[in-house]
């Protein structure tokens, strides 16, 4: 029994300015149309009546009293559930610009009630760093004007691709050639990479869009992009179309759809561009997928051979791997053999100190076509956010320390080590990518930032929106409910894929042309590369430049 | 004039270099209009020279590079055989004639004049060309074909191009023509591979002025290079195709790629899984069409409920007799007092002594109109109904039930009994009904003129029999069972609780205490009274001993005192205090000792720490629990026993208060009607509205509610979850989705409390967005938005 007339104020209560997003409603503006409170995917908005007491207190009269006046106004509500997330959805569906969620420019309180029901914070992005991070700041400082043949990015033609895959040394390669040995598959791609992102952690059209922007790029544009598939599977159609080869499948510690896979393996047109083994992420090192009940929708469940409306967490680790030698063994050949030997394979790991060692028992090992690196600042669509903010290595220094491992024992023109972690973090893709390819890169995956470009996510690294873990995803990019996903248009978001490689590849020239190359992607070109950081110089490798 | 020759060799057959060539055909042309110039290899013929009378300038010999450089307006130039690179670089006016073939970079920054070029030229031609528009724009004419890269950043020039005799006859403009293109127009006639940038340059076919165009200057052409034969094999309108600028402004509107996205998903796309969406195997049906981010219908994220009378107000959820207040308030508002005092009376025979007087009102004490101002006075409207008759009792159905006690449990259980048609028959221990309301509450708190009003209006029920002195045994016990449909027991708790500590015999139970009080022969007592258990009866105790004399009263307890409400204001104004904790050592004729060894005085010690019940006559297939060192019957939700025929309310479950009494005795009733009319009874389920749900600030703070008047109360009610027809949701209704429509007499919708009316909103899907504002304007919290 509370009375009514009881507002408790306990430790979690908070107002509007300890809330990260404070809406700004103009009541002079609003219609009162209701469409920020009917696509709010927080219900954090809602119309409030406020009544306001006049009081009548002329002093010299006997007729006194109070009158009241009733108004509206779209407000905010101040629990945790239904805090606002910044996405502006309503500023983008408002006919009179009558609202807009504010940052907010205090220190806000919602970081310490992040906890409720003892459940720490789960998100979806990457971390919560902003501003230029260190790929941001490097150079391409040696230029080719009169020295160099002067190329010319609008005109000539340029080679932008990268081999994936293993390529043995030339007397190997000959020996075998001779001797009718086999020869480790390699694919010629372009060098930025579509991440893995699962079907499920994507929404359907979301990733269908993506898939058809890849072919688009490729049938059309002539771009070889490749996507990777995540962990969820893929649907079996897909499995069987002329696009396979423009996809990397990803086996997982969940092994979610990996039934459908083999049950197509017989029937496919084509073999698919490469295996990824996911052996970590950069966004969670030690985690895994965390894809909850609330996206696990009958279509989910279907592609990834389980029952609707479950959790489905995959474990950190595979299982029944124990050691580096015992995967290598065991799934880097296992995935070598089921394609009979021609598809790439490869793992991805957390960048790590311990990057190294995974590295170097690769190197050691025929069957494997590479290794992916992912650092701290990848993204993800589901993670604690300790996991997101504090765990991991950044992607430049351990690129750098295994490419010059390789450079050491001369085998880096031999085994492709794949960066991805944050890439585009701030917009500038092609520069992030390229600087990493020239600190010794093969090519670079990019996720995060194909969501924010192609399919049009509204996070950012200020606690924006982030939501993709609970599908509600404003814009249907993460939300496996069709009321939100059939929000995305898909030709839209494969209009949006191929503008993003085309204008990557234009970057790339006008990055290569001046440091007179345009055969051969600049992998490991050191040597132009400044930074005037003295510190990150040293660490690098490069020149230090003021 | 004369034409003066000028030889690229000197005397002895050595080349003259460039620049001395140079200065030779300047003079020579400051004497002629005429030149003829036997080259040897020298660069930038007719540079910078310009007669105003006009110049001509034909030359013979290997030509050098940049033949025609810088050409100025008047100047013409013929070159008899073919030409180096750069013809035409930079001109701005000259025409140039080339009886051969040129190789690369013609017309290269060209912005003005002609280049007629009577083969095919290299790579590179045409490329960023000018035209300023105070003069023509700059102009090249190729009978053959061009080698790569043709027309890149071409800004003004005009190419014709016309295919006779190709270097390569499939491709006749090269690899990757118009590269960064932003003007001009390139005519051609011929195959091509295509390869032009799809963004810079689109192909298109020559309209009639262009071809009028085309037409005029072929034959100029033709007779600047000989060959007029090919006037006719060259003008086949069909034979001829064009390249044209796409401006930046349309580029703008275009789609970047070179297809667009809806023609690649209907050509590559959809083939590629067999023509149709690659989810069609595994989502039969699913339609991922894209649809708008405020959409009606079905694809909304929820909707709105008009969930009239779905939840309870918290008047009626948090009465134990459910009693719906708000419903007799709305009959009020209606001007139907009748209805709603008889309304009340169903639910309760003792209104004015139970809600009126001896409840402590939950119903208002949980009123959602405090939120505005203060509770609805519910007591007032107890009161109102003492003297109001009994409503009419249904005919006899012919069943009968035996109730065990006549105080509020059973008392209810029987009226509920006999309205229904039951003859109800109560045998009660005492020689009056009422049981502890009669028997211990005191007058000051329970008007005597009230209870005896409303306890005569029971008795002289229809169906309702009483039977006084009855004592209760198994035999007794057994012969109801057998001469009854069923039996309730609401014998209540009427032994005292005692605590064995040395002196106990010296204390006075409360229950004896109270009952002796309202008797016509109460207890003496002393001045200085000590009471050991501070509850409300506790309280009731106190009130009494001051009544009866005392002239101070402690209240003890071992914890702090539970008493609350009325009783303890009531205590506490006689001068009543309480201590806490006291644990009794003894009592001796001096007072309480405590443990610590401090003495309570007193004469009087009274103990009032709960009753049990007495259970003596129960049957074994009834059984108990035993809680606190006491057996209490054990029941479920509808007070049914272990016994299916024997039921069991009030106090006999658990210790309550009155109106959790009459409340226990109205569902066993229920409970037991049910079963006779054959139908599966069902428990009040609803849950309490939530503050949340409505919307208070409708409502102004109002000095009308002070005054306490039926109506008063009526016009206050918030009519929590029961819609008051207010039409506020029709008119938030940012879409005018919401509609209100009368409903045929006797459609429920709650209505069976016999309120007038009946009405429904709906909201109509195809027109609703889901924006919420029903449900956030409702005062009542009928409207909810809800998933589907």
């Given amino acids: 029994m509370v009375s009514a007339r009881s507002v408790s104020v306990g430790p979690s209560s908070l107002g509007y300015t300890d809330l990260p997003w404070i809406i700004q409603h103009r009541e002079d503006r609003c219609t009162l149309c209701g469409r920020c409170t009917a696509v709010c995917p927080k219900e954090a908005i809602y119309l409030a009546y406020r009544r306001q007491r006049m009081p009548k207190l002329d002093v010299l009269k006997k007729a006194r009293g109070n009158e009241y006046r009733t108004f509206v106004g779209i407000r905010q509500k101040t629990n945790m559930a239904n805090t606002c997330i910044g996405c502006s959805m309503c500023t983008m569906v408002c006919p009179n610009e009558a609202i807009m969620p504010v940052p907010n420019t205090n220190e806000h309180r919602t970081l310490f009630f992040h906890n409720q029901k003892g459940q720490p914070q789960t998100r979806g992005g990457r971390r919560n760093v902003s501003g230029p991070n260190l790929l941001d700041r490097i150079m391409f400082d040696r230029i080719s004007m009169l020295t160099d043949p002067a190329l010319d990015a609008g005109r000539h033609e340029f080679n932008l691709t990268t081999t994936l895959g293993r390529t043995l040394a030339p007397e190997e390669f000959l020996k075998r050639q001779r001797e009718g040995g086999w020869i480790p598959p390699t694919r010629e791609i372009f060098p930025f990479v579509i991440g893995s992102m699962s079907f499920g952690a994507l929404s359907p059209n979301a990733w269908l869009g993506l898939l058809q922007g890849v072919a688009y790029c490729n049938e059309v544009l002539g771009i070889p992009v490749v996507m990777c598939t995540g962990e969820g599977g893929c649907p079996p159609w897909v499995l069987r179309s002329p696009y396979l080869k423009y996809i990397v499948l990803q086996i997982a510690s969940g092994y979610f759809g990996w039934d459908e896979i083999i049950r197509a393996i017989p029937e496919m047109q084509c073999d698919p561009a490469a295996i990824e083994i996911k052996y970590g992420q950069g966004a969670k090192p030690g985690d895994g997928g965390l894809l909850m009940w609330f996206k696990v929708s009958k279509l989910i469940a279907r592609l990834r051979g389980v029952p609707e409306g479950v959790d489905l967490p995959s474990p950190p680790v595979h299982q029944t791997l124990y050691s580096i030698e015992e995967s290598v063994m065991k799934m880097i050949q296992t995935m070598s053999t089921a394609f009979g030997h021609k598809v790439p394979v490869y793992p991805k790991i957390s960048a790590s100190t311990s990057a190294k060692s995974v590295l170097n028992n690769l190197v050691r090992n025929p069957y494997a076509g590479g290794l992916l690196i992912d650092g701290i600042d990848g993204g993800t669509g589901a993670a604690y956010n300790i996991s997101m903010d504090a765990t991991g290595h950044p992607i430049a220094s351990n690129v750098r320390e295994c490419y010059l491992d390789l450079v050491a024992q001369g085998k880096q023109n031999e085994i492709p080590i794949f960066a991805a972690g944050g890439i585009g973090k701030n917009g500038n893709v092609t520069q992030n990518g390229m600087a990493l390819i020239m600190l010794g890169a093969s090519g670079v995956h990019i996720g995060k930032y194909v969501m924010q470009a192609a399919t049009g996510c509204l996070g950012n690294e200020k606690s924006r929106c982030n939501v993709c873990n609970v599908g509600i995803c404003p814009k249907g990019i993460t939300s496996q409910n069709p009321k939100l996903y059939r929000r995305l248009d898909p030709d839209l978001v494969a209009e949006r894929v191929s503008e993003v490689f085309m204008s990557i590849s234009t970057e790339a020239k006008k990055i290569m042309a001046p440091l007179g190359r345009s055969q051969s992607l600049p992998v490991g070109m050191s040597d132009a590369l400044g930074i005037s950081d003295k510190d990150a110089a040293d660490r690098l490798g490069i020149r230090y430049v003021c | ?788």
């Fill in chain 2, 1 to 788: 004039m004369s034409t003066i020759v000028v030889k690229g060799l000197d005397e002895n057959g050595h080349r003259i270099s460039s620049m001395v060539f140079e200065n030779l055909v300047r003079d020579a042309a400051d004497k002629t209009n005429h030149l003829s110039l036997e080259t040897f290899g020298q660069h930038n013929i007719g540079i910078r020279l310009h007669r105003a009378d006009g110049l001509t300038i034909e030359t013979s010999g290997p030509a050098g590079q940049r033949l025609g450089c810088m050409g100025m307006p008047g100047t013409s130039i013929i070159c008899h055989g073919s030409a180096s690179d750069d013809v035409g670089y930079l001109n701005i006016g000259a025409e140039i004639t080339v009886l051969g073939d040129a190789t690369n970079g013609v017309c290269s920054a060209m912005a003005n004049g002609k280049v007629y070029i009577r083969g095919s030229i290299g790579a590179r031609g045409l490329t960023m060309t000018k035209w300023n528009p105070d003069y023509q724009r700059p102009e090249l004419w190729v009978l053959g074909s061009t080698g790569d890269s043709f027309a890149e950043f071409n800004c003004g020039g005009i190419a014709v191009v016309c295919g006779i005799d190709a270097k390569n006859p499939a491709n006749i403009l090269g690899y990757r023509p118009c590269v960064g293109m932003v003007g001009g127009t390139i005519y051609f006639r011929g195959q091509i591979d295509g390869s032009h940038p799809k963004t810079n340059a689109r192909l298109d076919r020559p309209t009639d002025e262009q071809w009028q165009w085309l037409m005029e200057g072929m034959g100029k052409y033709l007779e600047k290079i000989g060959r007029t034969d090919l006037m006719a094999t060259l003008s086949v309108r069909d034979e001829w195709q064009m390249l044209l600028t796409i401006t930046p402004q349309e580029r703008a509107l275009m789609f970047s790629g070179p297809m667009p996205m809806a023609e690649f998903r209907n050509k590559h796309w959809n083939k590629a899984f067999g023509g149709g969406d690659p989810l069609r195997d595994i989502a039969p049906g699913l339609d991922r069409s894209p649809i708008e981010a405020v959409p009606t219908g079905d694809l909304r994220r929820k909707k709105p409920f008009w969930a009239n009378r779905e939840s309870a107000a918290p008047c009626t959820y948090y009465c134990p007799v459910h009693i719906p207040t708000v419903d007799r308030l709305r009959l009020i508002r209606e001007g139907k007092i009748d209805e709603a005092y008889e309304m009340l009376l169903r639910y309760t025979p003792l209104p004015a002594s139970v809600c009126g007087a001896v409840c402590p009102n939950l119903c208002m004490e949980n009123c959602s109109r405090s939120g505005v101002d203060e509770s609805i006075d519910v007591q007032l409207l107890g009161r109102a109904v003492a003297n109001v008759p009994a409503p009419t009792m249904a005919a006899p159905i012919g069943k009968k039930v035996a109730i065990i006690g006549g105080g509020p449990a059973g008392m209810n259980a029987a009226w509920q009994l006999a309205q229904a048609g039951v003859e109800a028959h109560i045998f009660e221990q005492d020689k009056q009904i009422g049981g502890k309301l009669a028997q211990v509450i005191p007058w000051e708190r329970l008007s005597k003129a009230v209870w005896d009003q409303e306890i005569k209006r029971f008795l002289d029920t229809s169906n309702i029999h009483v039977h006084l002195s009855v004592d209760m045994n198994k035999e007794k016990f057994k012969e109801l069972q057998s001469n009854f449909d069923y039996v309730v027991v609401a014998v209540g708790t009427h032994e005292p609780r005692r605590i064995p500590f040395p002196g106990n015999e010296r204390v006075i139970p409360a229950l004896h205490f109270l009952k002796n009080a309202k008797s016509s022969i109460p207890d003496k007592i002393g001045k200085e009274v000590v009471i050991i258990g501070a509850g409300n009866v506790g309280c009731d105790v106190a009130c009494e001993a001051y009544r009866l004399g005392a002239e101070k009263v402690t209240l003890v307890d071992i914890q702090k005192p539970l008493a609350f409400g009325k009783e303890k204001e009531a205590a506490e104004a006689l001068g009543a205090t309480f201590r806490w904790p006291v644990m009794t050592r003894e009592v001796t004729d001096q007072g309480l000792v405590m443990d610590t060894g401090e003495l309570i005085p007193a004469q009087t010690v009274i103990i009032s720490i709960g009753d049990v019940p007495s259970l003596k006559f129960l049957p074994e297939t009834v059984e108990t629990v035993t809680v606190g060192g006491a057996a209490w019957i054990k029941t479920q939700d509808s007070h049914l026993t272990t016994n299916a025929k024997v039921l069991a309310v009030g106090d006999v479950e658990k210790p309550g208060l009155a109106t959790n009494a009459l409340g226990a005795g109205k569902t066993a009733a229920e409970f037991i009607i049910a079963d006779f009319n054959g139908v599966q009874w069902k428990p009040f389920t609803q849950h309490p509205i939530t503050q949340q749900a409505l919307t208070i600030t409708h409502y102004v703070p109002d000095e009308h509610i002070r005054i306490h008047t039926e109506q008063a109360q009526a016009e206050s009610c918030l009519s929590c979850a029961s819609c008051r027809d207010c039409h506020l949701c029709e008119t938030i209704c940012p879409t005018g989705a919401i509609t209100r429509r009368e409903l045929e007499y006797g459609h429920t919708n709650g209505y069976e409390s016999g309120l007038d009316g009946s009405w429904e909103y709906t909201s109509d899907n195809k027109k609703c967005i889901a924006c919420g504002f029903c449900a956030d304007t409702c005062p009542c919290g009928i409207w909810m938005m809800r998933t589907f």
